[in-house]
């Protein structure tokens, strides 16, 4: 029985996870759902979008699957999402990005990773204004950080029998943030032999990946060209209903779909699930239920192939839960 702390989350969220949990269970891998909430609604209440019971329910558990979190634009609280990366110190964000077959995408042999560094660089948050006219973000970036970030990529993919590295950067502009970034991702690299490693500039990469993403592995990066990087990625396959992701440290991580909350199609059983489901193999694969995690990825591949059971986004008229009963259908 494995113990796992589940966070709905708000907008679409709890429809998509509602799904997953669905399909999880049919898998018969045997979980006992601590279910716990952040947000919104949670900050009305409580006074704080992520109470402190939320961050010790994960510590304790050390895997959850969560849902999108709505952040306010501009104002308001900071993003629960951002703070749980940072409280937990879950410093690696990893993103697949795959084709399926019958999804319409532009490509159909789509198969690479980001890895995205998930607590430095600009998306940490450190920015004030200087008057009213002006205002400063601090980027930071760190020999630590970047170390821990491009190990990981690489122990990844001798995991998982990749072939490649390719660490994204503006080190031509950025020399010192970007230019440590780059000199550690070297430095690391020299000591996998047998892993391809290549360093590309950020905006020649946005490119190379529209024209021709099959030369791609794992893609290593700070954390916001990981942020816009991995969407670019997700339009490569179908969109972000097809994107998953996981946040990962040292023993614990925390399994959310790389879309938002979508506040426009809450509450109206329509949104795509599958990204959600592919959170949810990534978490069967680290709790070691490797079995389950590839019938269940059958099972959604199948459903996707037929076409008949889709979500809008992929040009179908099925419902999130419609989906869910498809997958369930086929799992064996
Ligand atoms: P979004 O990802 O929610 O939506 C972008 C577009 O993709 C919309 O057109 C939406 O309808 C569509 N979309 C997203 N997920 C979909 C799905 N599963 N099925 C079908 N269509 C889908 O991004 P947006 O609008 O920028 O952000 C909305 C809110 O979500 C914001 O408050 C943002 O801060 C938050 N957010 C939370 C994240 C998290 O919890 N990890 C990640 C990204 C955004």
Redesign the pocket.
Known sequence: MHTITLIP?D??GPE?IEATRRVLEATGVSIAWDVRHAGEAVMAQEGTPLPQAVLDAIKKNRVALKG????P?GHGFR?V?VALRKELDLYANLRPCKSYPGVPARYTDVDLVVVRENTEDLYAGVEHMVGEDAAESIKIITRRGSERIVRFAFEFALREGRRKVTAVHKANIMKCTDGLFLSVARHVAAQYPSIEFEDMIVDAMCMKLVQSPHQYDVLVMPNLYGDIISDLCSGLVG???MAPGANIGEGIAVF??????????AGQNM???T?TMLSGILMLKYIGETEAALRMEQAIAAVLRDGKAV???LGGTATTSGFADAVIERLT
Not at 68 to 71: A, K, V
Not at 256 to 265: D, K, N
């Open positions: 989350g907008g679409i998509v999108p979190i709505t952040t634009v993003s999402n969109g972000l209903g959310e779909p790389v879309h938002g909350s979508a506040p426009r199609r949104a795509n699930p990204a979500t809008y986004d």
